[in-house]
Every structure is written in C-alpha cells, then in structure tokens.
C-alpha cells in the first residue's frame, strides 16, 4: 500500500493526451512537498521526467507537463508516441508522527494503443 | 557526467546481511546540496526508498526499514555503501543508487538484482 496513489494503468492512441494522477494527504503532498514524476522504461531504471511540480529537466520534451494543487498532483503527456510506453512514477516527502520519508506511487502503466 | 555503479553479492541467504556498494565517478560524493540514496524495487512491484546519507554524514531511512539498515560513505574512494540485516525473501529486490538533489532524484545507478533464497 503506498502512500501516494497512483491508477495502475492508463493507456491512449497516439496523438491522444492522457493525465496521470498522484493523490496523496496532509502529511506529504497537502503539507506542501514537492512532487517529482519519474518514467521507467522496461528494464531500466527511473528517469527524472518532472522536478518540483512543473519543471522539466534538460531534454526532456515539453510534451510532458506536471501540475500540483492541494493535496494531489498530475502528470500530462500530450502528442502520445509509442515510445512513452513505460511505468510512470510520482515521488515526493512524507512526515507523520512514524516518522519522515521519501515516498513513491505505486506506479502507472502507460500502454500506447 | 555523473556515473553510479551498484556492485555486492547477487545472491544472500535468508536471515544473512545483504551488502552492497555505489561507486560514484565523474563527481565527488562529498559535493554540498546533494544526499546520497538507496532505493529498491521488488520484481514486478514499485519503488521503495531504503534511505539516504547526506554530504555532511547524516543518515536518513525509512522508518519501516530503519531497524535493519546502515548507509555508510567512504571519501577516499568515494563510494558509498548499504547493509540491510536478517533478509528474507521479502528483500528481494532490484536495488539502486541515486543521488538526490534536495528533492528529485537526478542520477540513477543501472541497478542490481539481489535475490534472497537459500
């Protein structure tokens, strides 16, 4: 059970737009944490993808867009290309009285139709 | 560019210590602003961070880990290292090094396999 949650699978055509949703609580997202999206391609590790909510690293399309508001955040991909299909990640801190983390989603498979 | 390389036993026997190392080149593991992380990832299943040591020595982790695991650094050869005690098959896991840079995790190791089976 993570503790930022994630849907297990989104998929679209080509072309298509599709949203990702990370909704997390009070304790992470809600108590104003960054979120950062990460995209793993089948048998390789993370990529960074979007840090600090909506900023994109060097080379990474403006196809993908992060956007973050109370106590859940977002991943957009427009202009959907077969090679997004991978596992999609969101990514930010917990604190709670068991103590302070790092946290993940669970993860969201992107399946281009 | 920074380069991570994850190196240690593939294969730990069950209530045995699982011991690994990174290997960072291309940068100095002492650099300020920047901590130093394991994370792992069962066969199928998500990520997990394990914990992370900070440029100045403080060490983070996971509170559901906490009780099993050390992260330790080693400047002269600038590497830094994890233990995870008393594994079972649970533990199995891809496990990475990354570095983090105050939030998001910028550079990832290629990862290694530890399977934990007697």
């Known amino acids: 059970q993570s503790v930022l949650t994630q849907p297990p699978s989104v998929s679209g055509a080509p072309g298509q737009r599709v949203t990702i949703s990370c909704t997390g609580s009070s304790s992470n997202i809600g108590a104003g944490y960054d979120v950062h999206w990460y995209q793993q391609l089948p048998g390789t590790a993370p990529k960074l993808l979007i840090y600090g909510n909506s900023n994109r690293p060097s080379g990474v399309p403006d196809r993908f867009s992060g956007s973050k508001s109370g106590t859940s955040a977002s991943l957009a991909i427009t202009g959907l290309q077969a090679e997004d299909e991978a596992d999609y990640y969101c990514q930010s801190y917990d604190s709670s009285l068991s103590g302070s983390s790092v946290v993940f989603g669970g993860g969201t498979k992107l399946t281009v139709l | 560019q920074l380069q991570l390389q994850e190196s240690g036993s593939g294969l730990v026997k069950p209530s045995q210590t699982l011991s690994l190392t990174c290997a960072v080149s291309?940068?100095?593991?002492?650099?300020?602003?920047?901590?130093w992380s394991w994370i792992r990832q069962p066969p199928g299943k998500g990520l997990e961070w394990i914990g992370y040591?900070?440029?100045?020595?403080?060490?983070y982790y996971n509170p559901s880990l906490k009780s099993r695991v050390t992260i330790s650094v080693d400047r002269s050869k600038n590497q830094f290292s994890l233990k995870l005690s008393s594994v079972t098959a649970a533990d199995t896991a891809v496990y990475y090094c990354?570095?983090?840079?105050?939030?998001?995790?910028?550079?990832w190791g290629q990862g290694t396999l530890v399977t934990v089976s007697s």
């Open positions: 291309g940068g100095s593991i002492s650099s300020g602003g920047y901590s």
């Open positions: 040591i900070y440029h100045s020595g403080s060490t």
């Open positions: 990354a570095r983090e840079a105050e939030g998001p995790i910028d550079y």
